[in-house]
């Protein structure tokens, strides 16, 4: 069996046979889940590169099982496989066997997603990716309604991606063109299925004002699955603007460039602001994502191809660093019984595993030189800048500023000051979670430092 076909089919197997394993059982269930991550990764790297087809539909339009990466969708794939195996690694929540097979179904629902070079198995990898994420927050989230709001903006997105879809394929006469060069739309009927590819994108990203199912879902989720969810399934609308729509339909992309450089522009500041006024720590980060991810949506709407490299940097480290902040906030959540900061303070001093993981992931998300965020920033900024757009640059310097404003926050309000006298500050990581967090770290560090291999055309 191909390897590209392996890595995909690999989890979602092994989350589907983790149900048969004594449910009581966390231990093997984290370490069997952590092995077949690993596995994934291994398979992904040595593989991944290949292609695989079968033909699957001739009519009305021909369409094929065809998997392969591309360069982009290379990195996204490696990020999920990765990210998933450190979020595994350390997972501690209750029914541990059925939470662990929910993350192997969706890094498996996910790397369909972005190994698909078919729009319509695109298209059907998008919806399936949502069932592991509504079973987690219905198992494990705080709130039924929250499960049902994520469901909802979401399948609505997944709904028009699948009719424009087909109306691609109709008119084009087939769907097998992810990752071809040369294959423009046009006709009356191109600018309405734009129209739905970009509804689609934009919700899954999210960008304002459609970003309302985020902060909740991120809140909801325990840390594993939202570090997951926020590093990856977020990308998949960035991941379809850039292969699907800037490839396909070039045209329409820059015929509406400025409203989506408007919506960018609102969803750096709105969510830099909003994260700033949060005591919520989860909610910061939430936040602080739909700022970042407005970022890397002004560079696709530049269209300028310095920046499009940037957006791909800045996909791979807001992903590294949103997984790594999420974990280590989800193990000080463990300790602690809480996530707000006015309850916290001053745990640095007896925990300093925990406070160095912190302050590494919070200095790479304010964009500190030599680490990977810095990278992306600085290419976007350039490319932006380079295509005659000149306030979206004034803006996204401005959010810059109050990022470095809300870490700093975060990290003084959790770390530094006194110690609470209510809350008694326990254990710092353990050998387990250091060593699951550590390599989202290293890459944040690696990328910095090296980035030319995100940077090659």
Same mark, same amino acid.
């Given at each position: ?27 093997? $269930? ?199 969810? $926020? ?56 936040? $602080? ?169």
């Amino acid at each position: 069996m191909p390897l590209v076909l392996v890595t995909i089919l690999l989890p979602i197997a092994a989350g589907a046979l983790l149900f048969l394993l004594p449910r009581n059982d966390r231990a093997l $269930s984290r370490l069997l889940g952590t092995a077949v991550a690993a596995a994934t990764v291994a398979t992904l790297i040595a593989g991944g590169h290949s292609q695989w087809t079968r033909h699957w539909l001739s009519r009305p339009f021909t369409a094929a099982f065809h998997f392969g990466a591309t360069q982009t969708s290379f990195w996204i794939a490696l990020l999920l496989a990765v990210s998933t195996a450190c979020a595994i690694a350390s997972v501690r929540v209750a029914r541990t066997r059925d939470f662990v097979a929910l993350m192997l179904m969706l890094e498996g629902t996910m790397l369909g997603l972005f190994l698909a070079r078919d729009l319509l198995v695109f298209a059907l990898f998008w919806d399936l990716m949502l069932v592991p994420v509504f079973f987690g927050l219905v198992g494990w989230g705080e709130h039924p309604a929250t499960a049902w709001r994520y469901f909802i903006y979401n399948f609505a997105g997944g709904l028009t991606l699948l009719v424009a879809t087909a109306a691609f394929g109709v008119i084009y006469g087939s769907t097998d063109v992810i990752g071809r060069g040369g294959v423009h739309l046009v006709g009356s009927w191109a600018e309405w299925i734009y129209a739905g590819f970009a509804f689609a994108f934009l919700v899954k990203t999210p960008v304002w004002p459609l970003h309302t199912w985020m902060p909740p879902t991120y809140g909801a989720l325990p840390s594993p699955m939202v570090a997951v969810v $926020s590093a990856v399934q977020s990308k998949a609308g960035l991941y379809g603007f850039l292969a699907i729509a800037l490839a396909l339909l070039p045209d329409y992309v820059r015929q509406y460039a400025q409203p989506l450089m408007v919506l960018g522009a609102i969803s750096l500041i709105y969510g830099a602001v909003i994260a700033l006024v949060q005591t919520d720590a989860k909610r910061i980060v939430a936040y $602080s994502s739909l700022s970042h991810l407005g970022l890397i949506g002004i560079a696709v709407a530049s269209g300028n191809a310095l920046a499009l490299k940037g957006a791909l940097v800045y996909i791979v480290a807001h992903g590294l660093f949103s997984a790594a902040l999420f974990l280590v906030l989800g193990y000080l959540e463990e300790r602690e019984g809480t996530r707000s900061l006015l309850r916290l303070g001053g745990l640095g001093g007896r925990n300093p595993r925990l406070a160095g993981a912190l302050c590494i992931a919070a200095l790479a998300a304010l964009g500190l030189p030599g680490l990977a965020g810095f990278v992306g920033e600085l290419v976007i900024l350039i490319g932006v800048y380079q295509a005659g757009y000149v306030w979206p640059v004034i803006v996204a310097l401005v959010a810059i500023v109050l990022a470095a404003a809300y870490m700093i926050r975060l990290y003084q309000d959790l770390m530094n000051g006194p110690e609470r006298a209510d809350e008694p500050v326990r254990a710092d990581l353990t050998w387990v979670e250091a060593l699951a967090v550590s390599p989202l770290l290293a890459a944040l560090v690696v990328l910095g430092v090296y980035p030319a291999p995100l940077l090659r055309p």
